[in-house]
């Protein structure tokens, strides 16, 4: 096989590689940005309880849930990261959640753009990739 061969072969398997990495972390992008909605969605309607004696419902995975009583409604504790934790006040705890979002978003729209130029560039390569496989196929290699 030539070396401009082998190059083209090398280069569009590492477009396709690319693009699925990215692709893979799309979807963890949209995930956290599913669960931090989720998340204010849940502070919105905390907001919406008249007293202390409303129950709601936790789950707690496998689509169970435990039933519960809030001890506080006006405060939140709150993941800052590394594994440090904060009581902070709901509505800053919201502002927090919708910067963590608008981040997200951010860095989500940037993948897919990174996606689109890894499929326009292994699209280019396609008609040599399949020139090089055809004449392969056709030597019995």
Do not use: C, W
């Not at 692709?23 to 007293?51: A, C, G, M």
């Not at 993941?79 to 902070?88: D, E, F, L, R």
């Not at 326009?120 to 390569?125: F, I, Q, S, T, V």
Request: charged fraction near 40%; aromatic fraction near 8%.
């Amino acid at each position: 096989m030539k070396e401009e061969e082998r190059r083209i072969l090398i280069e569009y398997q590492y477009y396709l590689q690319q693009i699925e990495i990215f692709k893979q972390n799309l979807e963890l992008i949209t995930s956290s940005i599913d669960e931090l909605n989720r998340v204010k969605d849940f502070l919105d309607k905390l907001s919406e309880l008249e007293s202390f004696e409303d129950e709601i419902l936790i789950p707690i995975g496998a689509n169970s849930f435990i039933r519960a009583k809030l001890l506080d409604k006006k405060n939140v504790i709150f993941g800052v990261g590394s594994g440090v934790y904060i009581k902070k006040e709901i509505p800053k705890v919201k502002d927090s959640i919708e910067r963590r979002i608008e981040e997200l978003e951010k860095v989500k729209n940037k993948h897919e753009e990174t996606i689109r130029i890894l499929l326009d560039r292994a699209k280019e390569l396609e008609p040599k990739v399949s020139e090089i496989v055809k004449k392969y196929e056709a030597a019995g290699k």
